[in-house]
């Protein structure tokens, strides 16, 4: 049974890939801030920090940090890359 449910799982997350839908990506706040950060932005560790929804921190009228601009700029170039070498 807990093989079947791990399965059927599994390859819900890999349909759910292959059909482009995503899921809510989860980001880090300060409670002063009116940036949001990676999930696993190393310089708040230790800090004060509450985790939300990206989709939430824009509604609350913060911005992406320089350093979360960044790391996603190089992950959509590095998809884009791995999408043309596909071809």
Do not use: C, W
């Not at 093989?3 to 599994?10: G, I, Q, S």
């Not at 890999?14 to 300060?30: C, K, N, P, Y």
């Not at 560790?45 to 824009?58: F, N, P, S, Y």
């Amino acid at each position: 049974m807990k093989k079947a449910l791990l399965t059927l799982l599994v390859g819900m997350m890999m349909s759910s890939a292959t059909l482009g839908l995503s899921f809510a990506e989860d980001v880090l706040v300060t409670k002063s801030g009116k940036k949001y950060h990676h999930i696993d932005a190393t310089y708040l560790k230790g800090k004060d920090v509450e985790r939300i929804t990206k989709e939430e921190a824009e509604a609350r009228g913060l911005e992406p940090s320089k350093n979360y601009l960044k790391r996603s700029q190089a992950q959509a170039s590095e998809s884009s890359t791995q999408e043309q070498a596909k071809k």
